[in-house]
């Protein structure tokens, strides 16, 4: 069993930054391929960017080259830093454990990207 906390959204205005952070607690968090998704109103959750165990990462095409994910298995944490941050953004975001066939979520912190 896996418990996620997300922690770090907030209200940003476009062009700025945010880096969220998942703290993860439960055994073997190394393991684990770790990833970030949100969810905008009315619309599909989506996956965002992905670190696997060995420390490879894949992202969406809509965040490639703004967003960073990251891991320290030492603390058991993913992070995720946002740059460039656009009005399209805003929606709840969600940390993901997955080593199969379980999976794990956090319950979302609120991005919200507006002037």
């Known amino acids: 069993q896996v418990q996620l906390v997300e922690s770090g959204g907030g209200l940003v205005q476009p062009g700025g930054s945010l880096r969220l952070s998942c703290a993860a607690s439960g055994s073997f968090f190394s393991l684990y391929a770790m990833g970030w998704y949100r969810q905008a109103p009315g619309k599909q959750r989506e996956l965002l960017a992905m670190i696997t165990s060995g420390g490879t990462t894949t992202y969406t095409d809509s965040v490639k080259g703004r967003f960073t994910i990251s891991r320290d298995n030492a603390k058991n944490t993913v992070t995720l830093q946002m740059n460039g941050l656009k009005p399209e953004d805003t929606a709840v975001y969600y940390c993901?454990?997955?080593?199969?066939?379980?999976?794990?979520w956090g319950q979302g912190t609120q991005v919200t990207v507006s002037s």
């Open positions: 993901n454990a997955r080593l199969v066939p379980n999976q794990y």
